[in-house]
């Protein structure tokens, strides 16, 4: 029902109001998916949302999760204006509620620690134009999502870990139960994300998670670890533990913390010196629990459903070499800039992202990307093939050999100067049709090429959501990947063109993810 600029839609749980905007396109902003995961429901599974009486304005965007934004995180996304523990609500965008469009369920990035639903980048109006109902979600971040124990077992649902990922799971949940009052069809969901985002819509797919609430898949740029980098129940158990004594209490009685409190206490504690001697890295979700999650990507196979998958060209510059649009240096690390420091950095990276019998040595590593140039270009190219695009080529792979299908895209569109190459993200607005928002076109409007690379991977993407196959856009002969003749679309520097992975000498390094 429409009066004036007032679209009215009556879900199962009642009665909500949203807004016309341009383009016949209907949003709903800040809508819950869930009861608010606050006091005696912290850090337990998401429960069941409970109906409203009268309507709801769903016109404004609800509080983003609970976390601490800064350093490379602020290229995605602006500065935080509202933010709650209670941040489990969902936004839809949708060509008209009286029909049957597809829908694109999309999970954002950040390390499973910044990000919301709501972000300029992610806005679903471009994509709604095009036919396609879009969601994008709210979950928990940081210790609140992600804290694991067996003295956490939640006694509804038998699980101790993987907050955030049950979260995603009950938004899925939702999008059955509700979406086709928005004109969506619950029968034909794509299920997406970026980054963290990318590698948990794996995650879900591989373990058949929420089965038969989506039927495609797609992940850009998402970090498809084994151990070391994610972690097993009693890795992430001492993890917790640890951070109970820093606060002074013991884990049951992290539930009785203060959720404000706790975020920042924890992102502290997660980034602190005392931690990273100790144990490297947060230890949070997502944690192989054996219950939710039995196995990681790399042994958990292909998932169900056709995938389409890729990586950007220069991946590893979002934590080495970023820029802001001001110029301002806010990649978190430096990459080495001599041989004896290469090597010493290559061997730290073969043994946190190819823990195999027989991995290489770091002295091969550089010789086999020797082309790359310096040693940080040395550096660069090999952790962008490590740590997404050799991981990414053997999911692929898995896919083609179970006989599910992927399409596998490679992101080469450089960012205008002070930009350098094509960092980990950069593609997103560039899906989303975001690029002229103020926040990036700043960062992304100097290019000749970029509304056209964007116009031809939202047509992409559109006919994949469509029909599974985004080779079926206009002008776009894009085959599926055979691991026999491996091929990708590259989208940039200044067209789309299907070519053979780059670099096969430093992929070769890694011949347990790119066989």
């Given at each position: 029902?429409?009066?004036?600029?007032?679209?009215?839609?009556?879900?199962?749980?009642?009665?909500?109001?949203?807004?016309?905007?341009?383009?016949?396109?209907?949003?709903?902003?800040?809508?819950?998916?869930?009861?608010?995961?606050v006091g005696a429901l912290r850090l337990r599974g998401p429960r069941p949302l409970e109906p409203?009486?009268?309507?709801?304005?769903?016109?404004?965007?609800?509080?983003?999760?609970?976390?601490?934004?800064?350093?490379?995180?602020?290229?995605?996304?602006?500065?935080?204006?509202?933010?709650?523990?209670?941040?489990?609500?969902?936004?839809?965008?949708?060509?008209?509620?009286?029909?049957?469009?597809?829908?694109?369920?999309?999970?954002?990035?950040?390390?499973?620690?910044?990000?919301?639903?709501?972000?300029?980048?992610?806005?679903?109006?471009?994509?709604?134009?095009?036919?396609?109902?879009?969601?994008?979600?709210?979950?928990?971040?940081?210790?609140?999502?992600?804290?694991?124990?067996?003295?956490?077992?939640?006694?509804?649902?038998?699980?101790?870990?993987?907050?955030?990922?049950?979260?995603?799971?009950?938004?899925?949940?939702?999008?059955?139960?509700?979406?086709?009052?928005?004109?969506?069809?619950?029968?034909?969901?794509?299920?997406?994300?970026?980054?963290?985002?990318?590698?948990?819509?794996?995650?879900?797919?591989?373990?058949?998670?929420?089965?038969?609430?989506?039927?495609?898949?797609?992940?850009?740029?998402?970090?498809?670890?084994?151990?070391?980098?994610?972690?097993?129940?009693?890795?992430?158990?001492?993890?917790?533990?640890?951070?109970?004594?820093?606060?002074?209490?013991?884990?049951?009685?992290?539930?009785?913390?203060?959720?404000?409190?706790?975020?920042?206490?924890?992102?502290?504690?997660?980034?602190?010196?005392?931690?990273?001697?100790?144990?490297?890295?947060?230890?949070?979700?997502?944690?192989?629990?054996?219950?939710?999650?039995?196995?990681?990507?790399?042994d958990a196979g292909a998932a169900a459903v056709p995938a389409l998958v890729g990586w950007t060209?220069?991946?590893?510059?979002?934590?080495?070499?970023?820029?802001?649009?001001?110029?301002?240096?806010?990649?978190?690390?430096?990459?080495?800039?001599?041989?004896?420091?290469?090597?010493?950095?290559?061997?730290?990276?073969?043994?946190?992202?190819?823990?195999?019998?027989?991995?290489?040595?770091?002295?091969?590593?550089?010789?086999?990307?020797?082309?790359?140039?310096?040693?940080?270009?040395?550096?660069?190219?090999?952790?962008?093939?490590?740590?997404?695009?050799?991981?990414?080529?053997?999911?692929?792979?898995?896919?083609?050999?179970?006989?599910?299908?992927?399409?596998?895209?490679?992101?080469?569109?450089?960012?205008?100067?002070?930009?350098?190459?094509?960092?980990?993200?950069?593609?997103?607005?560039?899906?989303?049709?975001?690029?002229?928002?103020?926040?990036?076109?700043?960062?992304?409007?100097?290019?000749?090429?970029?509304?056209?690379?964007?116009?031809?991977?939202?047509?992409?993407?559109?006919?994949?959501?469509?029909?599974?196959?985004?080779?079926?856009?206009?002008?776009?002969?894009?085959?599926?990947?055979?691991?026999?003749?491996?091929?990708?679309?590259?989208?940039?520097?200044?067209?789309?063109?299907?070519?053979?992975?780059?670099?096969?000498?430093?992929?070769?390094?890694?011949?347990?993810?790119?066989?």
């Open positions: 029902m429409t009066q004036g600029n007032t679209v009215v839609v009556d879900t199962p749980y009642g009665r909500l109001a949203g807004e016309a905007q341009d383009g016949g396109v209907a949003r709903f902003l800040g809508i819950p998916y869930a009861k608010a995961p409203w009486t009268g309507t709801r304005d769903a016109r404004t965007p609800a509080p983003a999760s609970l976390q601490t934004l800064g350093g490379n995180q602020v290229w995605m996304n602006e500065p935080i204006a509202r933010q709650s523990e209670d941040c489990l609500y969902l936004n839809v965008w949708t060509p008209g509620i009286a029909g049957r469009a597809p829908v694109l369920f999309w999970l954002h990035g950040g390390q499973t620690r910044n990000g919301h639903g709501a972000a300029p980048g992610i806005d679903g109006s471009a994509f709604a134009q095009r036919g396609i109902v879009v969601v994008t979600i709210n979950y928990r971040l940081g210790g609140l999502g992600g804290l694991a124990h067996p003295d956490l077992e939640d006694d509804a649902t038998g699980f101790c870990a993987n907050w955030s990922m049950q979260d995603k799971l009950a938004a899925l949940d939702w999008v059955g139960r509700c979406i086709a009052v928005f004109g969506g069809d619950p029968a034909r969901v794509t299920l997406a994300g970026q980054s963290s985002g990318g590698a948990n819509a794996v995650m879900i797919a591989q373990h058949r998670l929420a089965e038969g609430r989506y039927s495609r898949l797609i992940a850009q740029s998402p970090p498809l670890f084994r151990p070391p980098m994610f972690v097993d129940m009693d890795a992430a158990a001492e993890y917790t533990e640890a951070f109970a004594v820093h606060v002074g209490t013991n884990v049951t009685g992290l539930r009785e913390r203060d959720g404000v409190e706790l975020q920042r206490a924890e992102h502290a504690f997660a980034y602190s010196a005392e931690l990273v001697a100790k144990m490297g890295r947060p230890r949070t979700a997502p944690v192989r629990d054996g219950r939710l999650l039995r196995a990681w990507p790399y060209r220069e991946e590893a510059n979002f934590w080495f070499d970023m820029h802001d649009g001001e110029g301002k240096v806010i990649s978190p690390m430096k990459a080495p800039q001599s041989p004896e420091e290469l090597a010493k950095r290559l061997g730290g990276l073969i043994g946190q992202h190819y823990a195999f019998p027989d991995p290489p040595a770091a002295a091969d590593v550089a010789s086999a990307y020797a082309d790359s140039g310096s040693p940080a270009a040395i550096w660069r190219d090999a952790y962008t093939d490590l740590v997404f695009r050799a991981p990414v080529l053997q999911f692929a792979g898995a896919q083609a050999r179970a006989g599910a299908r992927a399409w596998v895209y490679e992101f080469a569109h450089a960012l205008p100067s002070p930009g350098r190459g094509s960092p980990h993200a950069t593609d997103v607005p560039l899906v989303f049709g975001t690029w002229r928002h103020p926040h990036f076109s700043c960062k992304l409007a100097g290019s000749p090429f970029v509304e056209a690379l964007s116009e031809a991977m939202m047509s992409a993407w559109v006919a994949f959501v469509i029909d599974g196959n985004p080779g079926s856009a206009a002008g776009l002969a894009w085959p599926a990947f055979d691991p026999r003749d491996p091929t990708v679309m590259r989208f940039g520097p200044a067209r789309a063109e299907v070519i053979p992975p780059e670099r096969p000498r430093g992929l070769s390094c890694w011949p347990r993810y790119a066989a």
